[in-house]
């Protein structure tokens, strides 16, 4: 009688195979060196820096401070795009570098410059002086002399629709990213700027805020809102959704009267 052998069942390894590891590549990063209080020329030094997928320009700058020239200067703090400390021209556009990754950008060659408006302190570090003066000018706090929450007092009760007025414009981190790629705060550097405009908008929108007619007394001057030709570049470049252009129409609108 003939025997039937039964092929032995093949074992299927069925554990997950672990991911490829992407393999590093290198980037050539040109950095802007420029120290106003030596020589006011700037040049590009370049260097090669190894990058992952998720590599972000911050990260690269700062291998290059690292490993290869620690006195490049750069300002940054949260590295998530919160504290609005690494603005800069990241080829040729402003940017956080510490929320553009390499890979996104699509390219080789990645070059990095102090943004355009601001007075350059070292490198890549510029001055806020004037972003932070213009901020405080707006007042940006709710006035309002019944603010102070007594025993036995509520809070003010908002409407979602209240709240929507406003909401967008209180995400501004200050990285002054708007006013860098403002093309009237390159001619006029007294310009109050998108920045400080838009904040002027987000108080005086607030349905708690008392606070309007100063507001608008000060951005109704000579440097102030009129001067914008609404181009709309501070909002294709805002990193954190807010449209200073919006506000600017907006906050004309209590001046021209169609809004109250
Ligand atoms: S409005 Fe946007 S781009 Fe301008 S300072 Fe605020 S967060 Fe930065
Ligand atoms: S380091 Fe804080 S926003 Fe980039």
């Not at 190894?50 to 006195?71: A, M, N, R």
């Not at 003010?156 to 995400?171: A, G, N, V």
């Not at 310009?191 to 951005?219: H, S």
Request: charged share 25%; glycine share 4%; proline share 6%.
């Amino acid at each position: 009688m003939a025997t039937v052998t039964v092929p032995e069942e093949k074992k299927i390894d069925e554990s997950p195979a672990a991911p490829a590891e992407p393999k590093p590549t290198t980037i050539t990063l040109r950095i802007s060196r420029v120290n106003p209080s030596e020589n006011a020329e700037a040049k590009f030094e370049e260097f090669k820096v190894p990058v992952q997928k998720w590599t972000t320009v911050l990260e690269t700058i700062l291998h290059v401070k690292e490993k290869l020239d620690h006195s490049v200067a750069v300002r940054y703090s949260c590295r998530q795009a919160s504290c609005g400390s690494c603005g800069m021209k990241i080829n040729g556009k402003p940017r956080l570098a510490c929320y553009t990754k390499i890979s996104e950008l699509e390219s080789n060659v990645v070059t990095v410059e102090p943004m355009n408006n601001f007075q350059i302190i070292r490198d890549l570090a510029v001055n806020f002086e004037q972003l932070f003066s213009t901020h405080k000018k707006m007042k940006p706090f709710i006035i309002n002399e019944e603010s102070e929450v007594q025993p036995g007092t509520k809070e003010f009760i908002q409407t979602p629709q209240d709240l929507e007025k406003f909401l967008q414009f209180s995400y501004c981190i200050k990285c002054g990213l708007c006013n860098s790629a403002c093309p009237t705060m390159a001619t006029d550097k007294s310009f109050v700027g998108p920045q400080g405009l838009a904040q002027a908008y987000r108080y005086t929108a607030d349905n708690r805020d008392k606070g309007k007619e100063d507001r608008l007394k000060i951005v109704d001057q000579s440097h102030g809102i009129w001067r914008c030709h609404f181009a709309g570049s501070c909002s294709n470049v805002c990193p954190k959704g807010v449209d200073p252009a919006m506000a600017i129409q907006l906050l004309r609108g209590y001046l021209l009267g169609f809004r109250k």
